[in-house]
């Protein structure tokens, strides 16, 4: 079995076959060989096979093979041995240019020759509406101004004409070219159209311009008449057609199930963090458990890793025909000046471009300590930390079909080799929202929350250029969201009815919640006061900032992970962790106390589960009273430890909009502090 030809859905080739491709060369030769072969190859034994192919002598294909990057994708490379990702669509499509595959679109038929035509008159004779609809047939020319739009239409009709007329015949006939009624007032006072009085649109049929717009014209039905292209009715079917094979294949590559895999430490893994990025769902497997790896890899279609196969392997897992998305950097370097100074590109640097995660991975020195400490449950917390990291940038990549470079000057895309070409991007999404008329829900800036991946969403408006393909987003203020900024988005349901108690904030809350949580406090207002006790900060910091908190309002019915959204912007916080309430303790860290936090917080490596979940939990149902203290402990890596007091429970709530900072003290920490530099 040819596992390579299999995927792609080709018959097994020939390199001699391959060879007599115009587009051969020592790269694409190579990727013959390997479709012939079926599996890894050295490049010594794909030489020798190329000479036998009558294409070279073997040393002088063997050099051509060094100096032609053979390692680049779709070839991978694993020690001498070189192999090929048949899944890569950079595969398919050198398999087409070597002519060992079809293509994927049947060619348009063209139109019948035509008749032997009268040869065109010259300048000096008017259009008529057929020479123009010949011209047109297929395409408005992007080369023709507004002036000269109007003067071929003026002088196919051979009459004045409204200028809504005119726009409503160009319009008709185009979605690429714009022509406004305004148009004449920027043409001059000698302009080959005159505006009447009574506001009609009249052709100077003696004006240059004129005989030039009928060469213009007449130049076109001419090249229409040679070239024998297919005609508008067939392209647009044609078209259609392409969108709709590509929309299936789109619905195909939706279909695949995905998990993200991330080991540490990489050469030898004690743990694998497993993140089914379908279902939302994490999991992390440690010391004996990690053997199950592969039996949990069986039930997906693609796996997603930093070094993805070099992982595989050191696991123990052959991935057979299932997908693999490779998540480092494209391109190692980029030239910065003349001089040969160059930048250094790494996975790290792009997921800080592309995703505003300052630190995107833990300190491994500390994460190797938690490890041999056996502080299981932090060195969870920091590893799955690690794993959303390559989380967020996988789905970056994703959206917007390339990652960002950002470093110093330099602000640029590179491309995401993890996507497939028919994958539905940003753009799909602005398109689709564009036609069902509906707004788009977008996280803009650091990448959604674990528990709550859709809290700081916001609608936005989907705006279509004028006669253009580009599309803009606006949000409910009228400004324009910079694209390169959006971690994610999703369409708003157009079928989705608004529920009667949307219009009541508390009314709304409590119809959400379930479970465990209680909302008979619904009417009070909680005024608490957090501090923070300890976490990353500088010498210099503490010395300037003796005290650091902040007075937060929140009422009754208002959820934990909202009172989390609260402190973590009152903090000026920018990229989200998991974090935990402590309630009924002595204080933060107590082990005997009521835990409320995200679903997967207390539950991977101890039997210890938590109460509640903060995404359920109201403020008024933890039996709060003025003058109780709790604990809320923020980024189980970097361990930052806040003790909130209850500074006043009131049993009305003012009007207004909460939850609320009403005092700060102290300015904000860093979220990530340079301790190295003290």
Request: aromatic fraction near 8%; charge should be neutral; charged fraction near 30%.
């Given at each position: ?601 207390g539950q991977p490596f101890a039997d210890e589960k938590p109460t509640g979940n903060a995404v359920q939990t109201t403020v008024g149902s933890i039996g709060l009273k003025a003058g109780d203290a709790f604990g809320y402990w923020f980024d189980f890596g970097d361990d930052w430890w806040h003790q909130i007091n209850v500074k006043a429970v009131e049993d009305k709530v003012p009007r207004g909009k909460y939850p609320r900072v009403t005092k700060r003290v102290g300015q904000s920490p860093p979220q990530y502090a340079d301790l190295e530099t003290e």
């Amino acid at each position: 079995m040819n596992a390579y030809c299999e995927a792609l859905g080709i018959a097994v080739p020939s390199v001699e076959k391959a060879a007599q491709s115009r587009d051969a060369c020592s790269y694409g030769l190579l990727i013959a060989v390997l479709l012939e072969r079926g599996g890894p190859i050295t490049l010594e034994e794909a030489a020798r096979r190329i000479a036998a192919a009558g294409v070279g002598d073997e040393g002088s294909v063997l050099d051509s093979l060094k100096r032609c990057r053979p390692g680049r994708p779709p070839i991978y490379r694993t020690g001498d041995q070189y192999a090929l990702d048949p899944h890569d669509d950079e595969a398919g499509l050198w398999a087409f240019r070597l002519g060992l595959k079809p293509p994927k679109v049947s060619p348009m038929r063209v139109a019948e020759p035509r008749a032997e035509h009268v040869p065109l008159p010259g300048p000096e004779v008017p259009l008529t509406l057929e020479e123009l609809g010949e011209a047109w047939r297929r395409y408005v020319p992007a080369g023709f101004s507004q002036q000269r739009l109007t003067v071929s239409v003026l002088d196919a009709h051979r009459r004045p004409m409204k200028p809504e007329e005119v726009v409503a015949y160009v319009q008709a006939r185009t979605t690429w070219r714009s022509l406004s009624v305004n148009a004449a007032q920027h043409w001059g006072q000698n302009a080959p159209v005159r505006v009447r009085d009574d506001g009609l649109w009249e052709l100077q049929p003696d004006h240059e311009a004129v005989r030039s717009a009928r060469r213009a014209v007449r130049a076109l039905v001419a090249t229409e008449r040679r070239s024998n292209q297919p005609s508008r009715e067939e392209a647009e079917a044609a078209y259609r057609r392409l969108d709709e094979e590509r929309e299936a294949r789109a619905e195909e590559m939706e279909r695949l199930r995905r998990v993200l895999i991330y080991g540490f430490p990489a050469e030898r893994p004690e743990a694998v963090v497993l993140i089914d990025i379908n279902r939302h769902q994490i999991e992390t497997l440690a010391g004996p458990r990690v053997s199950r790896t592969g039996e949990r890899l069986l039930n997906y279609d693609v796996i997603v890793g930093l070094e993805v196969r070099n992982l595989l392997q050191a696991i123990g897992f052959d991935p057979g025909q299932r997908r693999l998305a490779e998540l480092g950097a494209p391109q190692k370097s980029r030239q910065l000046n003349r001089r040969g100074r160059t930048l250094r590109i790494t996975t790290e640097l792009l997921i800080q471009g592309s995703c505003r995660i300052s630190r995107p991975f833990g300190n491994r020195t500390k994460t190797l300590a938690y490890l041999r400490e056996g502080q299981e449950t932090k060195f969870r917390r920091r590893v799955e930390a690690d794993a959303k990291s390559l989380l967020a940038f996988h789905q970056y990549g994703r959206l917007h079909h390339c990652v960002r470079l950002r470093w110093g000057f330099i602000d640029e895309t590179l491309p995401a080799p993890w996507v497939y070409r028919d994958e539905r991007g940003l753009y799909d999404l602005m398109r689709r929202a564009s036609e069902l008329d509906v707004p788009l829900e977008i996280v803009v800036g650091s990448p959604p929350g674990w528990e709550e991946p859709w809290s700081r969403a916001r609608r936005v408006r989907v705006i279509k250029e004028p006669g253009g393909w580009r599309y803009l987003l606006s949000d409910e203020d009228g400004g324009y969201v910079d694209e390169p900024e959006i971690q994610a988005a999703r369409l708003v349901d157009p079928r989705k009815e608004k529920r009667p108690c949307d219009d009541h904030p508390a009314e709304a809350r409590q119809s959400r919640l379930s479970g465990s949580a209680v909302v008979s406090d619904a009417a009070r207002l909680f005024t608490l006061d957090v501090f923070i006790v300890s976490g990353p900060v500088t010498k210099a910091f503490a010395r300037e900032n003796k005290l650091v908190s902040r007075t937060i309002q929140i009422c009754g019915d208002q959820t934990l992970a909202e009172l989390h959204q609260a402190i973590f912007k009152a903090f000026d916080r920018k990229e989200e962790h998991m974090y935990e309430f402590q309630v009924g303790g002595k204080g933060p860290m107590d082990p005997e106390a009521r835990k409320y936090g995200c679903a997967m917080a207390g539950q991977p490596f101890a039997d210890e589960k938590p109460t509640g979940n903060a995404v359920q939990t109201t403020v008024g149902s933890i039996g709060l009273k003025a003058g109780d203290a709790f604990g809320y402990w923020f980024d189980f890596g970097d361990d930052w430890w806040h003790q909130i007091n209850v500074k006043a429970v009131e049993d009305k709530v003012p009007r207004g909009k909460y939850p609320r900072v009403t005092k700060r003290v102290g300015q904000s920490p860093p979220q990530y502090a340079d301790l190295e530099t003290e």
